[in-house]
């Protein structure tokens, strides 16, 4: 097929099951130096009880499907270890799942909010939801590419995520520790986009003078905040 042919082809499989696909994807990048990716998808199938996936700890089809690209990445790795840049064959992978929005969901009209749901309303977004998570949807929003990488650093004692190196930077801290001292730290790095976490500001003065601060050392910056 054409695909077999394209060495930036991007396999899709919309019935999973346990990854055979991504499985010759792999073996095939490894056999002519490709740089083909997969996407699989498969919703989350609970295995029979009785089966000896089951009994093993995999509850679902998915849970194989993961395990399955893990195992098949490490041994066409093995497998080809006297080859010449096998070490640069990239076997890894992304899990996303379909969800709701992050964002918390209000019904109350003004003169139906009591003075004890306040406390509730100060962050607008689920209390469940994880750093990972807002990161997603915020790639997702300004329709950044899943697929590029993604890395986490320390700057002035908060987690900073660097999508695509400079492409995009977002902190989610929260409970006012975004500070102007952290913000000039990161401005340093003078990425394309900045998302930062509503509740993160202390108040704001705080968050318009973090506004300001990236105009004036960084205005090409886009600043946006959840």
Not at 193 to 209: L, Q, Y
Request: hydrophobic content about 40%.
């Amino acid at each position: 097929s054409q695909t077999f042919f394209d060495p930036n082809a991007i396999v899709l499989d919309f019935f999973a099951g346990s990854s055979t696909t991504a499985h010759a994807v792999m073996q095939l990048n490894a056999e002519d130096g490709g740089q083909r990716k997969f996407i699989m998808v498969q919703i989350p199938e609970k295995c029979d009880e009785k089966s000896e996936a089951c009994k093993a700890g995999y509850k679902t089809i998915a849970e194989i499907s993961k395990e399955r690209i893990r195992r098949a990445g490490n041994k066409i790795k093995q497998d080809n270890a006297d080859k010449d840049g096998i070490d640069q064959l990239d076997t890894g992978f992304r899990v996303l799942k379909v969800a709701d929005s992050n964002m918390a969901e209000v019904y109350y009209t003004p003169d139906a909010i009591a003075q004890n749901l306040l406390s509730g309303l100060t962050d607008n977004i689920k209390a469940d939801r994880s750093d990972e998570d807002l990161l997603f949807q915020v790639l997702l929003d300004w329709g950044v590419d899943l697929m590029r990488p993604i890395t986490k650093n320390i700057i002035a004692g908060l987690d900073v995520y660097f999508v695509d190196d400079n492409g995009l930077a977002a902190c989610f801290a929260k409970d006012g520790l975004i500070t102007e001292d952290f913000c000039q730290k990161l401005v340093e790095r003078q990425p394309l986009r900045v998302v930062f976490r509503d509740a993160g500001f202390k108040d704001d003065s705080v968050k318009i003078n973090i506004e300001q601060i990236f105009k004036q050392i960084s205005p090409h910056t886009e600043v946006k905040c959840l």
